[in-house]
T-cell receptor, first 117, second 112 residues
Framework: GAVVSQHPSWVICKSGTSVKIECRSLDFQATTMFWYRQFPKQSLMLMATSNEGSKATYEQGVEKDKFLINHASLTLSTLTVTSAHPEDSSFYIC?????????????FGPGTRLLVL | DAKTTQPNSMESNEEEPVHLPCNHSTISGTDYIHWYRQLPSQGPEYVIHGLTSNVNNRMASLAIAEDRKSSTLILHRATLRDAAVYYCILSLLNSGNTPLVFGKGTRLSVIA
């Protein structure tokens, strides 16, 4: 099946620093990727939709200047958490959409756990 | 997106079948029914999807009610590795940039 990777798998940083998370589609091209965030015991919450070569679309309540998304190629999207604070500690998951027969299926990365001290 | 309703949690004994229900009474004619599951500390994993007919794959079976207002994910023999949160999600055919929207799902516990 299609594979989506994320790097790093976990990161610990000091408050005020910036953290970059990479999401790659390994065996297919993804014109659209999605970024989700998941807090403990909660479901996935969509943060933004990332389109190759254009600006990301952010969900209501997600600060675009804090969560910078770049989708420079058909296989790579990055999420940068700028000036991270403890409340940004969460599980960040990316996803890429791939056409599968006539139904597009979303494939998810393994997630990146961020802990801000 | 049309809303789905699932029980918060279910429990099963190992090696027994599990039926995970999902209600989607407001489903439209072009909505596909998707099931994903999320194992602890991992990203969601695709399980199965269907439109009108029942579907089988190596992971599970999907039984869709005739009126499409509900569906059931069937794990034929639960194993400890099937313990996860199972999400039932509706998505339009050829939905382009529309992402999957996750509800709370059903947390399945499997007892040895």
């Amino acid at each position: 099946g299609a594979v989506v990777s994320q790097h790093p798998s976990w990161v610990i940083c000091k408050s005020g620093t910036s953290v970059k998370i990479e999401c790659r589609s390994l065996d297919f091209q993804a014109t659209t990727m999605f970024w989700y965030r998941q807090f403990p015991k909660q479901s996935l919450m969509l943060m933004a939709t990332s389109n190759e070569g254009s600006k990301a679309t952010y969900e209501q309540g997600v600060e675009k200047d804090k969560f910078l998304i770049n989708h420079a190629s058909l296989t790579l999207s990055t999420l940068t958490v700028t000036s991270a604070h403890p409340e940004d500690s969460s599980f960040y998951i990316c996803s890429a959409r791939r056409a599968r027969l006539a139904v597009e299926t979303q494939y998810f990365g393994p997630g990146t756990r961020l802990l801000v001290l | 997106d049309a809303k789905t309703t699932q029980p918060n949690s279910m429990e099963s004994n190992e090696e027994e079948p599990v039926h995970l229900p999902c209600n989607h009474s407001t489903i439209s004619g072009t909505d596909y029914i998707h099931w994903y599951r999320q194992l602890p500390s991992q990203g969601p994993e695709y399980v199965i999807h269907g439109l009108t007919s029942n579907v089988n794959n190596r992971m599970a079976s999907l039984a869709i009610a005739e009126d499409r207002k509900s569906s059931t994910l069937i794990l034929h023999r639960a194993t400890l590795r099937d313990a996860a949160v199972y999400y039932c999600i509706l998505s339009l055919l050829n939905s382009g940039n529309t992402p999957l929207v996750f509800g709370k799902g059903t947390r399945l516990s499997v007892i040895a």
